[in-house]
């Protein structure tokens, strides 16, 4: 199991991001895990794949941004430590 822990930074609250990184989970499929916003401006996602191919899609994706509103300026990704999750879901 491949667990990682991103945090998203650039123009990504107000924009639909937590959204586009929900739907790109259900998309992609085989990845589980908590998107929210931070009260700094930033956006962190936890994410968890048994499949490697299928996580580093999920980062790609997640550096380029879900549409012309967001703007991905940096994404710091770190190994995660967390307990498992079954779905990926939004949190407030």
């Known amino acids: 199991m ?8 650039g123009r990504v609250q107000g924009v639909g991001f937590r959204y586009s990184t929900y739907a790109l989970a ?3 499929g085989d990845i ?9 401006g930033t956006v962190e996602i936890l994410a ?8 580093a899609k999920f980062i790609q994706e997640v ?3 879900p549409s012309k509103w967001a703007k991905v300026t940096y994404v710091d990704v770190k190994m995660g430590q967390f307990e498992d999750y079954t779905d990926f ?3 407030n």
Do not use: C, F, T
């Open 32 to 40: 589980y895990g908590r998107v929210w916003n931070n009260d700094d």
């Open 48 to 55: 968890q794949s048994n499949d490697a191919a299928k996580m």
């Open 26 to 28: 259900l998309e992609i």
């Open 63 to 65: 550096r380029k941004g």
């Open 2 to 9: 491949k667990k990682v822990h991103l945090i998203v930074s």
């Open 89 to 91: 879901r939004m949190a």
